[in-house]
């Protein structure tokens, strides 16, 4: 069956520290892979998405996600956190292919970034 | 200008009644969405479409209602609400399928049925 697994529910850093947010896929071929962030009372925006080429991706906001194949990862890492990306993060993967387009969604990581 | 814009950004209404939430997209993009997460942060699909055609459609409870007038608008309709109703209900949109391009969200309405 595909899923989207992001094993860690709440994460807690420091500001400042460095950040890596898990997420782990099980889908029939490749995927297109999406990393969206949700703050407070918004909506989700789309942080960076990969789809073929180069395994690592830059995004927005200094964040960066890397593809691994064989560990069906593609996890989310900022090298210095910043008070303001305390949010929701949502990792999501979606068919290259077919009619049935529609994204499969992770449960999210709520980040909490102490001052 | 917004991109996505939802109206109301909060709804707050009794059981029973019936309830519209505004779908309106300025980027051109032929799909829209409607999701619903609920208090646990889940994202659940309910509808899609495309160029006004429906071509999603979740296991949705049939008091649920989408209307595509045109495809930069997609409203949502709920008849008879219920308490499990509430939930923060959130349109996108996306230039193809969501599958392989990036999807534009509205900041959601939250709808509380007391």
């Known amino acids: 069956a595909q899923s989207v697994t992001q094993p860690d529910i709440h994460i807690t850093v420091s500001e400042g520290a460095s950040l890596e947010l898990r997420c782990n896929y099980s889908?029939?071929?490749?995927?297109?892979l999406f990393w969206y962030v949700q703050s407070p009372g918004q909506g989700l925006q789309l942080l960076l998405k990969?789809?073929?080429?180069d395994t690592l991706v830059q995004g927005i906001k200094g964040f960066e996600a890397e593809f691994k194949r064989s560990q069906s990862s593609f996890n989310l890492r900022k090298p210095s956190v910043h008070w303001s990306d305390a949010a929701e993060y949502f990792c999501?993967?979606?068919?290259?292919?077919?009619?049935?387009?529609?994204?499969?969604w992770g449960l999210g990581t709520s980040l909490a970034v102490n001052p | 200008d917004t991109a996505v814009s939802q109206t109301p950004k909060y709804l707050v209404t009794q059981m029973g009644n019936d309830k519209s939430i505004k779908c309106e997209q300025n980027?051109?993009?032929?799909?829209m969405y409607w999701y619903k997460q609920d208090s646990k942060k889940f994202l659940k699909i309910m509808f899609s479409?495309?160029?006004?055609?429906?071509?999603i459609n979740e296991t949705v409870p049939n008091r649920f209602s989408p209307k595509s007038p045109d495809k930069a608008h997609l409203n949502l309709h709920i008849n008879s609400l219920e308490l499990g109703d509430s939930a923060v209900y959130f349109c996108?949109?996306?230039?193809?399928?969501?599958?392989?391009?990036?999807?534009?969200f509205g900041q959601g309405t939250r709808l509380t049925v007391v």
């Open positions: 999501a993967v979606g068919p290259l292919t077919g009619n049935n387009r529609k994204l499969i």
């Open positions: 996108a949109s996306s230039p193809g399928g969501m599958g392989n391009t990036e999807a534009f």
């Open positions: 479409y495309n160029n006004k055609e429906l071509i």
């Open positions: 990969y789809f073929s080429g």
């Open positions: 980027l051109g993009h032929d799909t």
């Open positions: 889908y029939g071929a490749t995927p297109y």
